[in-house]
């Protein structure tokens, strides 16, 4: 089942026709993608720790929509991710959510330790088109400073 594929933690097909069959199966409203999107895991097993309070805290000073996907249906979850034109989010399952931008458009994937590991999830971004960079935000390796520079950084570009 398409849909259940779709909701795995990690994408189970990560090639360019999967990608176009699901496009092609739910296309979303033409519009043009306008809205900066922040997914958060706080209080979920897999959040930022204290980073995750302070890039949510940046965030929301900039006005960035904070979504929870898991409280949209269907249909809104694919219109907000369609109409996205930059997702900031937390890596995870949401990440699934990159099916339905718009070719060309951008995410920042922030990891709490690490970055993609597995060929799946590589194959899966490169196939939809999404202009993607990670940024891991083990503040052992990184200062706060330079974490929220980078969001920044993101958010400008």
Not at 49 to 60: A, F, H, I, N, S
Not at 134 to 141: A, M, R, Y
Request: proline residues 3%; negative net charge; hydrophobic residues 40%.
């Amino acid at each position: 089942n398409v849909e259940i594929a779709i909701l795995t933690s990690v994408p189970e097909f990560a090639m360019d026709d999967e990608i176009r069959l699901l496009r092609s199966k739910w296309p979303p409203k033409e519009s043009q993608p306008q809205s900066i999107v922040y997914v958060s895991r706080e209080g979920q097993n897999r959040d930022l720790g204290g980073m995750g309070k302070e890039v949510t805290k940046y965030l929301l000073s900039k006005k960035v929509q904070m979504v929870d996907p898991s409280k949209l249906d269907w249909g809104e979850e694919i219109s907000l991710f369609a109409n996205t034109s930059k997702l900031i989010l937390v890596n995870g399952s949401s990440v699934a959510n990159l099916v339905w931008m718009k070719e060309g458009t951008s995410a920042l994937i922030l990891f709490d330790f690490r970055d993609f590991s597995t060929q799946i999830e590589k194959s899966f971004i490169k196939s939809t088109g999404i202009r993607t960079l990670s940024l891991n935000v083990d503040d052992t390796k990184n200062s706060e400073a330079d974490i929220l520079n980078h969001v920044a950084t993101f958010l400008d570009a």
